[in-house]
């Protein structure tokens, strides 16, 4: 369980035993439900992080509101983007993930709206962290973006830190989105309604890039049969 949920709980359950004792436990049965809903929602669950080669795996647990291509905004290359969008309601894990293992090269919050995190807009105009993350020569962009309910996000790493591919990397409390963003020529590997579960579900796959040692020896042969 992630540590809020403790904080939350026992402050709900403290309410109730003072709600008791000045009243009668019948009126502290509401706050308690409440300290129950509050140690559920901060679940941590295990998850089996998939070892597949070049797998993008999804960031939190939700449903998949979106595959579209669309200009990155996670830097200043304005390169066009492959973008799986996930609603995260309050019923669903809201612990995150990295999709990748790689170094943060970026990492940049924008203060916005708290717009329906399954509007169009919520994308651009919502208060959002943005994660760039570059690994075996391939950068993935990922965004914790705040919905009506959810009014703080959590990111617990730095530019330069080193993330493994599935690993936690914070939340985004009560209901929420997560995009992911990676370059066109990844094999999609799910749809709008599709249920995914974040570190466990393989969202696309990249193409491996050849070693470059490999291409310098093949270089080499070909020079040595033109001799």
């Known amino acids: 369980m992630v540590r809020d949920g403790y904080f939350y709980g026992a402050g709900c359950l403290l309410a109730a035993g003072v709600i008791a004792w000045l009243a009668t436990w019948p009126y502290a049965v509401p706050v308690l439900l409440l300290a129950a809903f509050f140690l559920w929602f901060f679940r941590d669950p295990e998850r089996q992080i998939p070892e597949t080669a070049g797998a993008v795996v999804s960031p939190g647990d939700g449903k998949v509101t979106d595959v579209s291509v669309v200009t990155s905004d996670g830097g200043s290359d304005g390169t066009r983007r492959n973008r799986i969008s996930i609603f995260l309601s309050v019923f669903d894990v809201h612990v995150n993930r990295s999709p990748i293992a790689g170094v943060i090269r970026d990492v940049r919050y924008q203060h916005g709206k708290f717009l329906n ?28 973006i705040a919905g009506l309910i959810a009014r703080r996000i959590v990111f617990k790493f730095k530019v330069g830190d080193h993330l493994a591919c599935g690993e936690r990397v914070g939340l985004i409390k009560f209901g929420s989105r997560v995009d992911v963003l990676f370059d066109r020529d990844a094999a999609i590997q799910v749809k709008p309604g599709d249920r995914v579960k974040g570190g466990a579900t393989v969202l696309a796959l990249l193409p491996l890039a050849r070693p470059m040692v490999q291409l310098v020896h093949a270089a080499t042969a070909g020079e040595g049969k033109a001799r």
């Open 117 to 144: 995190a399954m509007g169009a807009h919520s994308a651009e105009q919502n208060e959002q962290n943005i994660v760039t993350v570059e690994g075996e020569g391939r950068t993935v962009i990922f965004k914790q």
